[in-house]
């Protein structure tokens, strides 16, 4: 069934074509939605409220339901001070070609879908295409994992294409589901990102947590975020402990980040600020031919913090870092490990083109590997550049990095 929304319609209309259109969000919340349905509002007008799908325990298999906007251009939904669009334990959407705006004291995000299924029951089929999400207090577009009885239930075949999130507060694009760093198991599986734009997603002050970042996905298996452009986020983190970063993922395996540029990514505190990160607990992912410039932290980092899985088997290579550090004294490629479960190993980094220059607010180096709790990382074939006020290898000596036919240059 179609149901049609026009700001000149009537709730007490059919709402079933377009002679006959409801008027509000609220009458569409009214109705039980039914596998194959979809809802169309009105090309360029702006509609109030929040839209929401109820607690269905439910796929919709074959059938999406679908919201959508119908005429030439894009319908608007302005959410105010609360989320866009939410859905709780259902599976089988479709949201296409709609913008989502909050107003200016909005604490909520932008599209939001929630697991709380027990029984390891993973949603399927969550497709968001050609939106623009802005102005939300919390995350842009937001996919969450966070079962009762705290097994791996989340989304599989998630895909988020041709999206504009931007001017949000704690994140663009977020996905985040049960922390067990001592189980094998991920929340979410086959996540798909492909030619989104996240910018000026600035951050939450007092959050107590690393706030600002454009992408990042956690406790996701087989995922790839590709042709996609991460800028100017995280400049309010003042968090300490860690900050933000443009595109990253962490509690990951099998995650590929390819074909991006990340670029004037900020931090308000001494931590990140970064362009590309694989962080705590990721295993056999691959970054590869992505472009890095002009961060104030690390073009690229490889972390592993206290109490994480093991982080191993990772790829960084065919990427660009142009003049990243620019705060805080990062490398373009930067390693960093507190050594827990292993610290970082068997890493390779190769045929990167890594250049950079001197900073008036940090002291950048080509590449920081210095720190303690790593084994088994092997730089080859890479290009280092700098001038000459700039290091190129911070670290080189370390007995567990080999360094090998790399080109170093300074001018």
């Not at 259109?21 to 039914?34: E, M």
């Not at 004294?329 to 390693?335: D, E, N, P, V």
């Not at 220059?357 to 092997?378: F, Q």
């Not at 006020?389 to 080999?402: F, L, T, Y």
Request: glycine share 12%; net charge negative; proline share 3%.
């Amino acid at each position: 069934m179609d149901y049609y929304i026009n700001p000149f319609g009537d709730d007490s209309n059919t709402g079933r074509s377009h002679k006959q259109p409801w008027q509000s969000i609220d009458r569409i919340n009214a109705t039980q939605l039914l596998p194959g349905d979809s809802v169309w509002f009105q090309a360029n007008h702006t509609f109030n409220g929040n839209l929401y799908l109820p607690d269905a325990d439910a796929d919709t298999g074959d059938e999406p339901i679908t919201f959508g906007s119908y005429g030439d251009g894009r319908a608007t939904i302005q959410a105010g001070k609360g989320t866009g669009f939410y859905a709780k334990n259902i599976g089988g959407v479709r949201i296409v070609n709609l913008s989502f705006v909050g107003s200016k004291e909005n604490t909520s995000s932008g599209i939001r879908f929630v697991n709380t299924l027990p029984e390891h029951r993973k949603l399927t089929d969550i497709h968001i295409s050609k939106v623009d999400v802005s102005g939300f207090g919390n995350v842009g577009i937001d996919i969450i994992a966070c079962p009762i009885d705290r097994s791996w239930s989340g989304f599989k075949d998630v895909k988020i294409t041709h999206a504009n999130v931007y001017d949000n507060g704690d994140a663009g694009i977020n996905s985040v589901g049960v922390w067990n760093p001592i189980e094998k198991g991920y929340s979410h599986t086959d996540i798909y990102i492909n030619n989104c734009r996240v910018y000026r997603n600035v951050g939450i002050p007092g959050k107590g947590h690393h706030s600002g970042n454009g992408i990042v996905l956690g406790q996701v298996e087989y995922a790839t975020i590709e042709y996609c452009e991460a800028y100017e986020n995280g400049m309010m983190n003042d968090y300490e402990v860690g900050g933000p970063v443009g595109i990253w993922t962490w509690d990951s395996n099998r995650v590929v980040i390819q074909y991006n540029e990340s670029h004037h990514n900020r931090t308000g505190s001494s931590k990140d600020g970064g362009g590309f990160d694989l962080d705590g607990g990721v295993q056999n992912s691959i970054v590869q031919y992505n472009y890095s410039h002009d961060n104030d932290g690390a073009g690229y980092l490889l972390a592993q913090f206290e109490g994480a899985k093991p982080f191993h088997n990772n790829i960084i290579r065919y990427n660009l870092s142009e003049n990243d550090g620019r705060k805080n004294s990062y490398g373009g490629i930067h390693l960093w490990s507190t050594g827990a479960n292993g610290g970082i190993r068997n890493t390779e980094i190769y045929q990167n083109t890594i250049s950079i220059s001197k900073s008036d607010t940090g002291n950048p180096v080509a590449v920081d590997c210095k720190t303690e709790g790593i084994r088994n990382i092997y730089f080859y074939n890479n290009i280092f550049k700098s001038d000459s006020h700039a290091m190129q290898i911070r670290g080189k000596n370390n007995p567990e990095v080999v360094l090998d036919n790399n080109i170093c240059s300074t001018g």
